[in-house]
């Protein structure tokens, strides 16, 4: 399959697409935004944690003087479920170049009491306003053309990974590590795929926060099943990204005592490295 064939007739715009109207919040008063968190970004019943970091990353966007996220760290401390949510921010410090902020995402249980899902503390500027000079040793991730890749239209998804998110995202998984998906792991903590929206909404710093957390768990490729949850991450936007598919890698060195990590980068179509991330994740062993 072409990339064109694969790729939506007409393209979603940014500020005008399904991402943008399920992360739209609703302000409620000073530092207050209400928002009804969408089911269809869901993975395993639980709600997808880029997209949590997506909608408090525009709370924070609409709080601070400055728009771009260049560093958000999120603690996860409950597990979201869909529905209406409060996203409470705070403004901690001003500057010229950067501005910090703090955000809590909040729901209710079915008796009224409060429950805190996710804290953030976080870093905006400016990306337009960053200079051009490079010095880098990374590069680009070796994976095969998109029309190489697998994607979900290429057979059934395995019931394990079988989630409503799966259709608001066009990824297609670079074939040597999908080992997991046919009953046989490489054993290597790796995961790479071509990334887009399904609408076919271009990239934009807040997708970003997304993209990181949107591919299949390098714990699958390990040999280990079922759901993986967040403790901790942290995203740095880099650059703002240019149209096109992103490609997305993923690694996982150490396994220990229960927990992974999980080292993102985010390349865009024009090879620059636009994010990247580290996330704690626990896994179910045994």
């Known amino acids: 399959m072409s990339d064109a064939a694969s790729a939506p007739a007409v393209r979603a715009a940014i500020g005008d697409s399904e991402f943008d109207r ?73 500057g010229r170049t950067l501005s910090t902020g703090q955000a809590s995402l909040v729901q209710y249980d079915d008796d009224g009491t409060e429950v805190e899902r ?4 976080a870093s905006y500027g400016d990306l337009d306003a960053l200079p051009d000079d490079v010095r880098t040793t990374a590069e680009p991730p070796a994976m095969p053309p998109l029309e190489e890749c697998v994607g979900a239209e290429d057979g059934p998804a395995p019931d394990s990974v079988s989630s409503p ?29 071509w990334f887009a929206l399904a609408d076919g909404r271009d990239a934009d710093p807040l997708s970003l926060l997304l993209a990181v957390d949107a591919l299949p768990p390098t714990a699958f490729e390990i040999g280990l099943s079922g759901w993986v949850p967040t403790v901790e991450m942290t995203v740095h936007v880099r650059r703002r990204p240019a149209p096109g598919p992103l ?11 229960g927990f992974l990590e999980e080292d993102a980068e985010v390349w865009d179509s024009d090879d620059r490295l636009v994010a990247q991330s580290r996330q704690l994740a626990r896994v179910r062993l045994g």
């Open 165 to 193: 998110i799966a259709d608001r995202l066009r990824l297609r998984l670079d074939p040597s590590t999908l080992g997991w998906a046919v009953g046989a792991p490489s054993g290597r903590g790796e995961m790479r795929a």
């Open 118 to 121: 996710i804290r953030v503390l």
């Open 247 to 257: 490609r997305v890698s993923i690694t996982t060195r150490n396994l220990a005592g």
């Open 22 to 94: 399920d992360t739209a919040l609703v302000p409620c008063g000073p530092g207050v935004h209400g928002i009804d968190l969408s089911a269809g970004w869901t993975i395993m019943n639980a709600v997808n944690g880029g997209y949590l970091l997506a909608v408090i990353g525009r709370a924070l966007g609409q709080t601070l003087p400055h728009a771009d996220p260049f560093t958000i760290s999120a603690h996860y401390l409950t597990a979201s479920r869909p529905g209406p949510a409060v996203v409470r921010t705070e403004t901690v410090r001003t």
